[in-house]
Nanobody, 127 residues
Framework: HVQLVESGGGSVQVGGSLTLSCATS?????????MGWIRQAPGKTREGVAA????????YIADFVKGRFALSRDNAKNTVYLQTNSLKPEDTAMYYC????????????????????WGQGTQVTVS
């Protein structure tokens, strides 16, 4: 049974930081997978924020958070982290961790129907 459990969300002031964690069980990081983060604000569509290849060093950060957010992972703990800095009110959203495939040197998009697994989300509120 695969589980992705997010944590680390909360309420912060503008300019603050949060470290989001995604602990995975029942799912092995490998050479054909990527882990990423998606967010959805009320009334808005979901958008992919960042993803990293679990078999190497390749990572992707969306332009709207580039320079402020960073990804990392701890394979021994099967955990992926999203460091969020210089937070803005427009970063307010539910953040979901997701697993997608990897092929041809790229992560699959962080969107249906490419999502293999996803978590319940952790809320980030910036005010």
């Amino acid at each position: 049974h695969v589980q992705l459990v997010e944590s680390g969300g909360g309420s912060v002031q503008v300019g603050g930081s949060l470290t989001l964690s995604c602990a995975t069980s029942g799912y092995t990081y490998g050479s054909n997978s990527c882990m990423g983060w998606i967010r959805q604000a009320p009334g808005k569509t979901r958008e992919g924020v960042a993803a990293l290849y679990t078999g190497g060093d390749t990572s992707y950060i969306a332009d709207f958070v580039k320079g402020r957010f960073a990804l990392s992972r701890d394979n021994a703990k099967n955990t992926v982290y999203l460091q969020t800095n210089s937070l803005k009110p427009e970063d307010t959203a539910m953040y979901y961790c997701a697993a997608v495939g990897w092929s041809g040197g790229y992560c699959y998009p962080l969107s249906v129907p490419f999502l293999r697994h996803w978590g319940q989300g952790t809320q980030v509120t910036v005010s």
